[in-house]
């Protein structure tokens, strides 16, 4: 989808250059080269589909809630595509956290330890912006194992290194503290609530500036095909339109526009 | 803590009646009548114990966040007190609801069917309002099975049949709309947040017109008995202050005041 | 929906009275009076029928959003029922103002005076609560035009004088300030939006405890006929789970419940 | 201000009762008897005296933000009056705690302690809800010092006690936690915030369900005399309403209303 | 205002590099040739003009609450000049989404295609921000016809292409929705409220990083004239600052630096 | 910390390269040369230590609640050391305006003249987002005093101008307006509140990008060098990870990685 636009407007005195300038995304290569053969053609495609198309599909197929906006990523203009790994944080109480810690670790830490290549941490901390559930050095772990991004209903700690770390991580806010006295794991990969979207083990996450397209592992490869598809007709509108022509019979096409984007479809061949 | 007070104070041209009328607490019938022998004690002393008191007890006991107060009782001056049995809702979506919903019913029915007497339901439907997580109906059939209140982080149907019901109903706001297609039932007796509050199955609640005191099962008779115990000083303490000293000395009582308080406490008996 | 339930449970010491005591709501004289025929007769029903009963058939006829619960009735226990006459307010500005008080009177002064006997003065105050768009003295006009409630996304003065008034108000707060220097009135019975939920002007508006159901005025012979039906089914299977029958089979019927409720509708007759 | 309004309204078929029944505010006994006589005066003014009218001469006088609507009332019904004595709570922290503790009681002792008749305690704990700043036993104290009501930008303990007590009480919500470690008192008698309003000490509180006047002592008098005088032309207006007349020429009043409303008032004398 | 500035302040080792560099604001040309003469110069002048002078001089002709800080610029150190045209919108309703559906096209088209040069687009709706008003693709044909920017109480749709336009754009939050389910527009060109301000049809706004400035069109010429004449005696009053006065006598000037100003405006001419 | 990985991990195709790039900190020279010898070393140290390896000691210090996250840097990636200067600023009141600025000037003022190099000038207006409480030309005296930084719990002006200085400004939002009518200085050099923190004058406070760490000045020595020492571990650990070791062992340190940990650390003297 990168577009540079030579705009040339009738009536004016000189042509216009009108950049609409959108970076194109690609899968970083320490993620790309540990993923399976399928992985990296679906997930390659999940990094150049129009997100807005994808969401279209996502609800068609019957998810209209599948869209995270209540987190903040803390890097501008970088999408994230992986698979979800998910887990619940509960505020801390001292029955309950002695029977979870006896029976393993922390959950940041294993979820970072055992994170396959392309993974995305989704941590449901219930919005509890007060206590970081993981930090830099977990997710350091995270980031050599393959992690392709972090989705946090609450807070992490080390934000600044987490900035200076190529992968993105929504958020609500960052602070500063450990996750106790404050929070506690309990659950792994388990159905969470992120925002008001559920979010399942497994299923794709493209993030973009304005939020988290959650995407059911079943109807994935029918969302992005059909979303790819749709992109292609996007694209010529947006050529339309940058040639001046109203958006009346252009978006939607008219007939006589349908008939124009089918041919231009055979010469982009 | 059934308390009217003569207040007669020096300088005063007559005797001014100050009313500190806390209404005692009562077990309902059709709950204490169907305990088990060790419940219907613990849960009469539960109804009459201090709640400030009681939170003390459960602090020391290293709980330090156990108090509700981010939810609403729909009935003024009723004291609740049960065990909770909980259940955790998500945002709906159609492959987690079809594989839920084929394992059994949804857990509105599932709890009013099982509960057992003096049980209160607890619902973390994650503070959602705009959908009513169960209704009249359900509620009426865990009333009969001898529930004991319900305590919901978001909404319930038919508020006003539930204020018609004699036991008290803790939400953030009521609402019309059955629970679909917003929200579904995820998880039955696991551990739950509400407000900033982990609840456990089988924890003692106790509620009052400004929140819930959550109280694990396994302190609650220490909690209890020691909070019985501060009541009593307490009660010599107002006492006292009604009589017009000054809180110093008093609240708390220095070495004079613990003298008359070891009398006034044999005089009593 | 008068109940009051003597519970009869098997195995129990004794007879639970377990009451459920729902107030039979009723048009007040003074709209009664006044109404038209047939608005009598559709008042009559809507103060009947379930609220909920009758959310299922606005949501069936097409309007899922149509329930308002983000604002607070100012009295215990009583429901409102009218026709809304609703007006739109805007952070006062100078220019537009002079503009719009040239052309008329402010509009709570001009809803009150034209108010038709059952209506609802609903005022879209975009949530604003730093300022009272109206006050006692014209909503005692209000009244006297026969007046059924009012609704206000925003705030009301003279709240201890709407307390006394016998009709219910909905607000997000009071406050002592007049409407200006903060908001002035902009359009008169144009859609607006209270909560989430857009009024049309003529809508019929039931209001209870929890919030304030919608209803297109197209459709509410249907939605209050059916919902009347549909209570009737209620108030069966309310009897057999005060009886001690298990939720399963009677919410919904089984088959054999079912015949059960066929002849108990004719036993009733 | 207590009417009960018999109304007669032409071209119905039987008279209507519209009860517009504003209850009469009365000043404690065991304030009003230990008031310097004064304040006896001042007092008694200030509860029954509009607080619309009030409010509109405090604007008047330079003080266009001086209600607070963002705490609720504990108990309905109940009008407030008394004399600021404010505090100030800051987030608790060893260092200070120790400085501020080392040089005297905590604040809510001292307030309660050094209480006059008629004060309002007023504590600026920066809406923090998760902490009380005072409880029921420290109130007894004040209430027996003659104390008119507590005005809390936070939380309280021991709500159930306060709403026994016969006064007013406005806060955020209640809490079962006692003071620390939460927040800690720092400052007596200084300015504070409350709401959106500053309160100095010394400051005439009028508080109703709907919220808290605020009036600074200098213009007490002032105040509340103007907005007697303004109650009896409302009176008047209501009259005026309740016969059926159009709220144009009435609210306010044009100059044939005027003439009547001279003659209205020397017929009362 | 593009100031780089050498500060040499005595008794430091030596000369320190204060960088206070703000940008130069320009008019991009894409809209700058389209405009109409007059309006050339206006827009050329609002860029320029300082937007804390400008807000001095809205407020002083009687416009108090001009500055929107509610919405979030999509672009960092982006300054917004143009002219509104509002929508409104609201939550979505069968009934009347027909009929204004039927009347003529969804506003974000309709807005987009009669966009003159140096419009900016204003919709209000409520708040939102579960849905996009608009999306990527009208706002192409919307920057194509010379749009200058775009101000959503609410949400947009596709905001990395939104980023990628040299435009800002306002907003609370992204989302990838489009605007149905959730909300239809309704009113064309008619007074909106954005954040706590009413916007008018034809009110030129000024965005910067913080808000955005309200001027009513009458007096825009007087509004920015009088800012620029303002901003010459600031950059005067800066000059001292970085030479080390004090800021008593510089900011209000006193009379003896009064009298350098009036050196210091000749000397630059 | 500065780090730049070249990582290789065994069964890769070929090497990674995992940036984390953590920017150096350096105090500005501005800053630097002005302050005294030991401050120099303390904001040096500052500087560099990492913000949670600090929050770490200061919380076993006694200080639980050190860490602001609920106001917004206006500079990405860049970090604020400096000590702090107190305001409280209450809403306007005509009265208690008038008393304190007869005592002198408003305390923006004040604070930017009477400011010391490495100042932070912390303002408490409440979380007020509706007027600013200082502005650019204020600030830039501020600034040529030595000024490090800003804090307001509230909002300022001219934020473009406060953007294009070389220091940090954490804030709520910007906003156009002055400080009047809305807000107005109180006292200086007292405790404050902001956020959910105490802040005293003389603590040392460290901002980055989530947020802003306050340190008692008594603590601060122990506090900077215990976390420098902490941080010199966490570079060890992180190295380990670089090279794809297991989290377990590693953070923390289990026996044989201490060995390691203590040879490294003398390999690199």
């Known amino acids: 989808m990168n577009r540079l636009a030579l705009l040339l407007i009738p009536g004016l005195l000189c042509a216009q250059l ?89 959950l940041n830490y294993k979820s970072a330890e055992e994170a396959q290549p392309g993974d995305v941490l989704v941590f449901d901390a219930g919005g509890e912006t007060q206590a970081g559930v993981s930090g830099g050095v977990t997710t350091m772990r995270f980031l050599v194992r393959g992690g392709a991004g972090m989705v946090i209903d609450g807070a ?20 500063a503290s450990s996750v106790s006295p404050i929070l506690m794991s309990v659950d792994y990969q388990v159905p969470v609530r992120i925002g008001n979207v559920t ?16 995407i059911p592992a079943d109807v994935a490869e029918k969302v992005v095909n059909e979303a790819l598809e749709h992109d292609v007709q996007e694209e010529f509108q947006r050529e339309l339109l940058l040639k001046g022509e109203s958006i009346y ?4 096409l008219n007939d006589a526009n349908k008939k124009r984007f089918a041919e231009w479809k055979k010469s982009r061949r």
Chains 1, 2, 3, 4, 5, 6 share one sequence.
């Not at 019979?249 to 939607?252: E, F, I, L, T, W």
């Open 249 to 252: 019979g252009v978006y939607p």
């Open 18 to 106: 009108l950049k609409v300038d959108t970076p194109e995304r690609r899968l970083p290569a320490y993620i790309e080269e540990r993923l399976s053969a399928p992985d990296k053609v679906l997930f390659g495609k999940l990094m150049r589909a129009g997100i807005e198309s994808m969401w279209a599909v996502v609800v068609r197929e019957g998810y209209p809630v599948c869209f995270i906006n209540q987190l903040d990523p803390i890097k501008p203009n970088m999408r994230m595509v992986g698979r979800a790994r998910t887990m619940r944080y509960l505020p801390n109480r001292k029955d309950l956290r002695a029977k979870v810690y006896a029976a393993g670790p922390q």
């Open 156 to 175: 992490m700690r080390d934000q600044p290194e987490l900035e200076a770390m190529h992968f993105q991580v929504y958020m609500r806010r960052g602070h």
């Open 199 to 214: 979010v399942l083990p497994g299923d794709l996450l493209v993030g973009e500036s304005h939020g988290i397209l959650v």
